[in-house]
Nanobody
Framework: QLQLVESGGGVVQPGGSLRLSCAASGSTLDDYGIAWFRQAPGKEREGVSCISSSGGMTNYANSVKGRFTISRDNAENTVYLQMNNLKPEDTAVYYC???????????????????????WGQGTQVTVSS
């Protein structure tokens, strides 16, 4: 069974950068689209970015477009989220997940509805503060 583990979070000043990793185990990541979500305290979980299984399709929330870049290395069984020009409003716990339904499994699915996703990681904290 596919298991996901996020890493790479930390504390960074506004304008700084971080690269998050979503590493898979238990199964190869080749067949799965991956989405990154984030959840700030007191707020709903928000879809941030997604990438298809081949890497050929990506999508971004308007709030991060132009600043975040999603990529994947299927040989390393890992998906990355490069975050540049970070802002205090990017502070959140970041999660990666795969679409729950077989018909969507390989697709880039960007939505705030986290019910469509399974195989969640434990999350990694990103704090942007001066």
């Amino acid at each position: 069974q596919l298991q996901l583990v996020e890493s790479g979070g930390g504390v960074v000043q506004p304008g700084g950068s971080l690269r998050l990793s979503c590493a898979a185990s238990g199964s190869t990541l080749d067949d799965y689209g991956i989405a990154w979500f984030r959840q700030a305290p007191g707020k709903e979980r928000e879809g941030v970015s997604c990438i298809s299984s081949s890497g050929g399709m990506t999508n971004y929330a308007n709030s991060v477009k132009g600043r975040f870049t999603i990529s994947r290395d299927n040989a390393e069984n890992t998906v990355y989220l490069q975050m540049n020009n970070l802002k205090p409003e990017d502070t959140a716990v970041y999660y990666c997940a795969t679409p729950r339904f077989t018909t969507l499994q390989a697709m880039c699915v960007l939505t705030n509805d986290d019910r469509a996703f399974g195989s969640w990681g434990q999350g990694t904290q990103v704090t942007v503060s001066s």
